[in-house]
């Protein structure tokens, strides 16, 4: 995270070291929710600001967000293996129909599958990597025309 804001400071000055605290501000606020909530751990909050301090707060958003898809893409093997594929399934149906029709989310019932950590920065990885060769190939225009 230091290395990102002093390398953008030393490049591009002021603009640099501003545009790299925002990126470490926007890394850091995506993922601090989640870790606070015991989704995700130190080292994912610390990935994200990093990448943001790094490469910017648009990168850091889109990359986010294909690592977000990718992660889900990857847990379907994983739960599989498991055996915890159906058992997710039915909880997801039992909180969409619970919440949806009684809007009550004491009425549920206690989740089938323990909770446990899964390779969130694998699919973080995954996604920046995806987001840099979108970059690579596109340019950082890519970005702006969303």
Not at 20 to 35: D, E, R, S, Y
Not at 84 to 106: A, F, R
Request: aromatic share 18%; hydrophobic share 60%.
């Amino acid at each position: 995270m230091f290395l990102g804001i002093l390398l953008n400071a030393a490049f591009a000055g002021w603009h640099g070291l501003v545009w790299a605290l925002i990126g470490w501000a926007v890394g850091m606020a995506i993922q601090w929710v989640p870790f606070m909530l015991g989704f995700a751990k130190a080292g994912d909050v610390k990935l994200l600001a990093a990448v943001g301090a790094l490469k910017g707060w648009f990168f850091c958003i889109f990359g986010f967000l294909f690592g977000a898809i990718a992660f889900g893409v990857l847990m379907i093997p994983w739960l599989a293996r498991d055996k915890q594929l159906k058992s997710v399934g039915d909880n997801i149906k039992n909180y969409i129909e619970l919440t949806t029709i009684t809007q009550k989310k004491q009425d549920m019932p206690e989740p089938t599958v323990q909770k446990r950590y899964m390779p969130w920065g694998v699919g973080l990885g995954i996604g920046f990597f995806i987001a840099l060769i979108l970059e690579m190939i596109f340019g950082l225009a890519f970005w702006i025309r969303f």
